[in-house]
């Protein structure tokens, strides 16, 4: 796609102009950023194939691996991430520490697409749900059970999002995962990847927090 197609490219070029201000852009990175996509539908691919029991010893090197013991304390757990590496891996893994979990992914088209992907997701334990009601009445069940939730905090989807400034830069994030914590007073667990070589990945794990339960609702959501 990223030889044959020019819109494709331009897509990818304006996209990465975002975070290099048009700067720095080249032929080189568009084919990185189709190579790292391309990855990570490998990836998926051979989820119904891993063996979760070795899987963490023997591709992810944990870098603060023992704020995981919130996981291991009964109680609900919102596992944040983003769109780096690839943060499936990271939350599949929470499955061999005893926790099942719920996660919220994006909705594919067409649905025959995203009915197949959701399939692939699944195949190796956990519930996956497209954004929606649906999904986010499914997660806040398995949270009100004490269960684990996967989602990703940087991307509005839903266009209700809140805006914020990263890198000097102002942005719209999520609401959702900051909502729903706030709501079941849920341990907010930050969880990030990023790829080493093939399968093999770096995850870093941030300190566990609770999103503030004051009398303004809003103010504890951005702060979030």
Same mark, same amino acid.
């Given at each position: 796609?990223?030889? $044959?197609?020019? =819109?494709?490219?331009?897509?990818?070029?304006?996209?990465?102009?975002?975070?290099?201000?048009?700067? /720095?852009?080249?032929?080189?990175?568009?084919?990185?950023?189709?190579?790292?996509?391309? @990855?990570?539908?490998?990836?998926?691919?051979?989820?119904?194939? $891993?063996?979760?029991?070795?899987?963490?010893?023997?591709?992810?090197?944990?870098? /603060?691996?023992?704020?995981?013991?919130?996981? *291991?304390? &009964? %109680? #609900?757990?919102?596992?944040?991430?983003?769109?780096?590496?690839n943060a499936e891996f990271a939350i599949q893994a929470l499955?061999?520490?005893?926790?099942?979990?719920?996660?919220?992914?994006?909705?594919?088209?067409? &649905?025959?697409?995203?009915?197949?992907? $959701? *399939? $692939?997701?699944?195949?190796?334990?956990?519930?996956?749900? *497209?954004?929606?009601? @649906?999904?986010?009445?499914?997660?806040?069940?398995?949270?009100?059970? %004490?269960?684990?939730?996967?989602?990703?905090?940087?991307?509005?989807?839903?266009?209700?999002?809140?805006?914020?400034?990263?890198?000097?830069?102002?942005?719209?994030? &999520?609401?959702? #995962?900051w909502e729903l914590a706030r709501r079941t007073d849920a341990?907010?667990? &930050?969880?990030?990847?990023?790829?080493?070589?093939?399968?093999?990945?770096?995850?870093?794990?941030? *300190?566990?927090?609770?999103? =503030?339960?004051?009398?303004? #609702?809003?103010? =504890?959501?951005?702060?979030?």
């Amino acid at each position: 796609m990223w030889v $044959l197609r020019k =819109d494709f490219r331009e897509n990818v070029r304006r996209n990465q102009a975002v975070l290099t201000g048009g700067e /720095g852009w080249s032929w080189r990175h568009g084919w990185q950023v189709c190579t790292h996509v391309s @990855q990570y539908y490998v990836d998926l691919s051979q989820v119904g194939r $891993l063996n979760l029991e070795t899987f963490e010893r023997d591709h992810l090197e944990l870098i /603060g691996a023992e704020h995981l013991r919130a996981i *291991e304390e &009964p %109680g #609900p757990v919102i596992a944040v991430s983003a769109h780096m590496g690839n943060a499936e891996f990271a939350i599949q893994a929470l499955t061999a520490r005893g926790r099942t979990f719920a996660a919220l992914v994006e909705r594919q088209q067409p &649905p025959e697409w995203s009915k197949f992907i $959701l *399939e $692939l997701r699944a195949a190796a334990g956990g519930k996956f749900y *497209e954004a929606g009601y @649906q999904g986010l009445r499914a997660c806040l069940e398995a949270l009100q059970q %004490g269960q684990v939730v996967g989602m990703m905090g940087d991307r509005d989807i839903q266009g209700t999002g809140v805006g914020a400034v990263l890198c000097g830069r102002a942005v719209k994030l &999520p609401r959702g #995962p900051w909502e729903l914590a706030r709501r079941t007073d849920a341990l907010v667990l &930050p969880i990030f990847s990023a790829r080493k070589k093939n399968a093999d990945f770096h995850i870093y794990i941030d *300190e566990p927090f609770r999103v =503030d339960r004051s009398d303004d #609702p809003e103010a =504890d959501i951005r702060r979030a």
